[in-house]
């Protein structure tokens, strides 16, 4: 199982590499990798794309982790789905499943990307994807012989039209509490989750 974090994007609603923003003594691409790094994920992907240079110095330790791989998209602006043809394109021929995450979505830890991953695995279906309401969230898993289908997308779009086109062969997986699928898109989601933050009262977990 291979875990892809896409991290390409210019951040053009919020104005500034919004994987580059504080986020309780980490940056937000931080707090994402250092979930899918300590899940159960045997190797995961980062894409980067806008200011991809000043993203990796940031990371700090993580460069070195034996089971990261950077792969560096410099199609990024044709959008989501070029991010996802980097990415899958790494792992295609190594690894049957490739679990999507994003790398704005700072709430995502280790112990959901491991439900994710065991409940698909036992489910036996091409898809897996965490339940919000009665529709399908991230983070979202794709079993080896969708990976053409993923390779195929083009535009600003990422996976959605496979998880219609497939909806009845989904496996989805009830997150339980405290499961929290926000992602950062502009100034105001990220003052937000900053108030958020002190409210909690407490720092995340790195691992």
């Known amino acids: 199982m291979a875990g892809i974090v896409l991290a390409a994007g210019a951040s053009t609603r919020m104005g500034t590499a ?20 300590g899940s159960r994920l045997d190797r995961v992907v980062l894409v980067l794309g806008h200011q991809a240079h000043e993203i990796e110095t940031a990371l700090g330790w993580m460069i070195r982790e034996p089971k990261l791989t950077i792969v560096h998209n410099r199609q990024y602006k044709k959008g989501l789905s070029s991010s996802l043809v980097a990415g899958v394109g790494e792992i295609a ?20 990307i491991d439900l994710l991953l065991e409940r698909y695995l036992n489910a036996r279906l091409p898809i897996g994807a965490i339940k ?12 080896r012989d969708l990976f053409f289908e993923l390779r195929a ?19 989805l997986i009830a997150p339980g509490t405290g499961y929290d699928n926000r992602d950062i898109d502009t100034q105001q989601d ?4 900053q108030t958020d933050l002190k409210e909690r009262k407490k720092q995340w977990p790195i691992s």
Request: with cysteine; proline share 4%.
């Open 18 to 37: 919004k994987q580059l923003l504080p986020a309780a003594g980490m940056t937000l691409v931080e707090r994402v990798l250092s979930a899918a790094l």
């Open 93 to 112: 021929h190594s690894h049957d499943h490739v679990m999507i995450l994003l790398a704005d979505m700072p709430f995502i830890d280790h112990h959901l």
């Open 132 to 143: 919000v309401g009665e529709g399908a969230g991230h983070p979202v898993v794709f079993r």
């Open 153 to 171: 997308l083009t535009g600003d779009v990422g996976a959605r039209s496979l998880l219609k086109k497939y909806g009845d062969r989904v496996c």
């Open 190 to 193: 990220y003052r937000n989750f």
